[in-house]
């Protein structure tokens, strides 16, 4: 794809990555990416806003072809999807000097080893000019590393988020077409990697209301030329109140559990509770991690194998550990043969969330009167509690 325009003498260049299916060998990417980068042409400098991920490099590259020189190249964020391009830009361009949040510098030094001598560091707050157009640099930790930064054009009023706000979707459309799916995907890409950084991103949320942003240029999806929409999605997902709603992962081994995770949903459904199930054999496990952003309980369906958690069903508690959602409560309910330690070794598994542990309903076998019993008490003291806490 050629270098597109934006507005007067600002472009998108970058490629669309069609086929790509996982990214970080572990985050599902049902709809492929892009990787955006952005080249805006001063009276006096041109700057290249980030880059593309190594093996996109090529596609940069010609689409650079006939620009003269770059002054500067923004690299908001080290992780090599953005910056991985660098050191052939600066090939290139070898007058490009690289400008950076002060963590950065060391970042890209050890990732991509680039000369010390390369960097500009960019202040909070500090704005650099083009001439006639003016950078002005925002800190934004955290979203999802340490280092990284987004950019904030004045004169255009142009948000350059890099992962903030970003969304996981190959398009051709440069601008957001479909609002909905764009949400889908831009929830999934918050629940993946920056969910577990709220307070901070609740911060730098706090930080962009004093800027008039007219529009938001990611580096993964499209550009939000009404950015309202997602900036009040990102408020809900990073402090809104988490909703009447049972995440409940699960795996089954010989229909035991399963009985168990039927008959709880429906209890939960008769007193009201939204619940969204997983089947950890089969699922998509983005679309667990989205449904974490709001859960206010989490219920791990969980059959014991080898004395100890399903490894699949330890795979959805160790993620939901490593992801922190702001859910408030949780409990565990399966099956078992003969013995084990499964609720033990699970509960073990999750010291990041700040969660109170609700009744446990094990089963030895298939489950009997009494196991059915249980789960309708812990069907009612779930709807209570969120009840209790004004979870809508
Ligand atoms: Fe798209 Fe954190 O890189």
Redesign the pocket.
Known sequence: MHRRKIKEKIHWLGAVDWDRRLFDSLIPLPDGTTYNAYLVEGSEKTVLLDTVDPPMTDRLMAQLAGVSRIDYIVSH?A?Q??SGAIPRVLEQFPEAKIVVSPKAKGMLIDLLRIPENAFVIMQDGETLSLGDKTLKSIHTPWV??PETMVTYLEEDRILFS??FF?SHIATADLFVTDQGRVYEAAKRYFAE?MMPFRSVIAKNMEKLKEYDIQMIAP??GQIYDRPVWIMDAYRDWVTGAPRNLVVLPFVSMHDSTRQLVDHLVSALVEHGVRVELFNLAVTDIGKLAMALVDAATIVVGVPTVLAGPHPLAAYATLLANALRPKTQFLSIIGSYGWGGKTVETLAGMIPNLKVEVLETVLCKGVPSENDFKALDRLARTIAQKHRENGFK
């Open positions: 964020h992780e999807d953005h999802h590393w890099c992962d970003g990697i580096s993964h």
